[in-house]
């Protein structure tokens, strides 16, 4: 981790800040590694931060067993791991309602109708999970009135510039820097 500011004692704080918000949303062990410049005689405040690989996508197949019953017109769903069970039936309850979802048991869906291509429903996807804790973090990091900000992010880097006046071309050139650098673990 580095956070670079001309004071030396604002570093510090902001390095303690910074550490004490990863460990209260559980970060730590899911980031690679993180850059910040904080200035604030220009105001600006620039976070870059590495995400560390995640698993691959899961999808409904994945978790769950499909068949449909032609007589009854009904697809049956057996949910194989029922850790998946809130997002799979959170995401039912986004395509159906909550009458068309009917649940003879904990671990059996039923839904009227053929409706095998929710085979390839994604069902979690753990690296926009992370980087949606990582956009939290970064603005509970981020000074309170900063409300200027210009989102740089890649794939595995979380990267804002933030200010409450005009965003100058040399922030976002500082961006791009430390984008570099967490892309070349430098």
């Avoid at 510090?12 to 910074?18: A, G, L």
């Avoid at 200035?39 to 870059?48: G, I, K």
């Avoid at 057996?78 to 799979?88: G, M, Q």
């Avoid at 048991?105 to 994604?122: K, P």
């Amino acid at each position: 981790m580095l956070v670079e500011c001309y004071d030396e004692k604002g570093a510090e704080v902001y390095e303690i800040i910074i550490k004490q918000i990863f460990q209260d949303l559980v970060l730590g062990a899911s980031v690679d590694d993180l850059k910040a410049y904080v200035n604030p005689d220009d105001p600006v405040f620039v976070l870059a931060i590495k995400m560390k690989k995640t698993s691959k996508v899961v999808l409904f197949s994945d978790v769950a067993n499909f068949t449909y019953d032609k007589e009854r017109d009904v697809t049956m769903i057996l949910v194989d791991d029922e850790n998946y069970l809130p997002n799979i039936l959170k995401r039912l309850w986004r395509l159906f309602s909550r009458d068309e979802i009917y649940q003879p048991n904990r671990y059996q869906l039923e839904i009227s109708g053929n409706y095998l291509e929710l085979e390839s429903l994604v069902v979690d996807d753990p690296h926009s999970n992370l980087q949606r804790r990582i956009y939290d973090a970064v603005f509970r990091i981020l000074p309170e009135g900063f409300k200027i900000i210009k989102d740089l992010s890649t794939e595995d880097i979380v990267c804002v510039v933030a200010t409450d006046e005009l965003i100058k071309d040399a922030w976002i050139e500082k961006a791009h820097e430390y984008i570099d650098e967490l892309n070349n673990g430098k």
